[in-house]
């Protein structure tokens, strides 16, 4: 598991997003793009789904690609130094856009800059004066083998009917004042804040939850005046890493269906949260999802009526913040197979199956633990190297 863990494996870092950003959003609109404008009534770009995340491949001068991670969850836009530096007003003043400070991991305290872009294009859709924070975009870069340059903010969409089609890989923009109501499950999300707070139900309680694209989780739920009953769990879970630290996940199965729209999922897995709790792409990868903000609505649609069953979180219980040369031991889940071997966090793992990690990018890694029973992993102690083999096992059933 990376997650640095995930159902399997998670990567973790984008809880930046909601760490730096949600907080935000909660104490006052977000800022919006100055301008949308549309070469077409529909532009459709493929994506790539890497450990249930929605990412976009663009260009749009003799610069790029670029990569961007869509997060619905996030009130903000994030650009690496090197897209501000290309796009950025650099007379801009931005009095509503405070620099936001972080904590590393390593204690060492840093601020996200704000930044002007005088545009940013998905295809034929342009957005001009996007208000963004400045994010080294590295760390996420390496977790999912895939260079980043930017996560793009619900507040970004303002003015477009954004659908992310999650079993299709791809994502459909259109101008939000004269585009059709998508066809599906309509809920109604209803703040100032323009933020995608749905109503869900657990078992006969219903509670507001957060649709998030920027989670990897299948549900995150805080269970404070809930007092929901587990099939399994909760228990330490994968080591999260952000810009504020390492923390340890609490998981389990519910007991109880969690119901989004009229769409049942039974006895999901879920991460114990102190925060809001939050749908994320372990369960909207199941959908169709178009959020009109217009309109204040997120419609699911599915091809499939039947219950939506969410595997068991699978793994060596080992998750990981990752380099190019090796990834680096953050957390070893009690009672696991890495756990049993002796494995400790600090620990730096050089190969996989007898491949340098350096092959291993998020997807195929993920098919390996969804499918195979052990994994043998090369650790690196100084200068000496020591293979362990470790089993796959179900660590929430």
């Not at 957005?127 to 975009?137: E, G, K, R, T």
């Not at 923009?173 to 599906?184: I, R, S, V």
């Not at 499939?304 to 699978?314: S, T």
Request: net charge negative; charged share 20%.
């Amino acid at each position: 598991m990376t997650r640095s863990g995930h159902r399997l494996p998670p990567v973790g870092i984008l809880a930046l997003c909601l760490l730096v950003s949600g907080c935000l959003s909660l104490h006052r609109a977000p800022p919006r793009p100055g301008r949308t404008s549309f070469g077409a009534p529909v532009v459709t770009l493929p994506a790539q789904l890497v450990a249930n995340y929605v990412i976009v491949e663009v260009k749009w001068d003799k610069y790029g690609p670029y990569h961007f991670i869509i997060d619905t969850g996030s009130s903000v836009t994030l650009v690496t130094p090197e897209l501000a530096q290309r796009y950025g007003d650099k007379n801009a003043l931005l009095p509503d856009m405070p620099e936001v400070p972080v904590r590393s991991a390593d204690g060492v305290l840093t601020h996200l800059p704000p930044a002007l872009l005088t545009r940013i294009e998905l295809g034929a859709a342009r957005f001009s004066d996007v208000p963004a924070l400045i994010y080294d975009c590295a760390s996420l870069t390496a977790q999912l083998g895939v260079k980043i340059d930017g996560v793009l903010g619900f507040p970004l969409f303002r003015e477009t009917l954004l659908t992310l089609d999650y079993p299709g890989e791809r994502v459909q923009l259109q101008p939000g004042a004269t585009a059709p109501a998508a066809p599906g499950t309509v809920v109604p999300f209803n703040n100032a804040e323009k933020i995608p707070l749905i109503p869900v139900r657990l078992g006969d309680r219903t509670l507001i939850a957060l649709i998030d694209s920027g989670s990897d989780e299948a549900f995150s739920l805080n269970p404070v005046g809930l007092d929901p009953a587990f099939l399994s769990g909760p228990a330490p879970g994968p080591t999260v890493s952000t810009l504020t630290g390492d923390r340890v996940e609490k998981v389990g199965r519910l007991a109880g269906t969690l119901y989004v729209g009229e769409y049942a999922v039974p006895h999901p897995i879920v991460e114990v949260s102190d925060e809001l709790s939050a749908v994320g792409g372990g369960i909207l990868k199941y959908f169709s999802v178009t959020f009109d903000q217009s309109h204040d609505r997120v419609t699911f649609q599915r091809t499939a009526d039947d219950p939506i069953a969410v595997p068991a979180l699978r793994g060596p219980g080992l998750s990981f913040s990752k380099t190019p040369a090796y990834w680096r031991v953050v957390g070893v889940m009690p009672g696991s197979p890495g756990h049993a071997a002796g494995v400790e966090p600090g620990d730096l793992v050089t190969a996989i199956n007898g491949e340098p990690v350096s092959q291993w990018d998020t997807r195929r890694y993920d098919r390996l633990l969804a499918n195979a029973e052990t994994i043998e992993c090369t650790f690196l102690n100084g200068t000496r190297k020591a293979d362990k083999r470790l089993a796959i096992a179900e660590l929430v059933p």
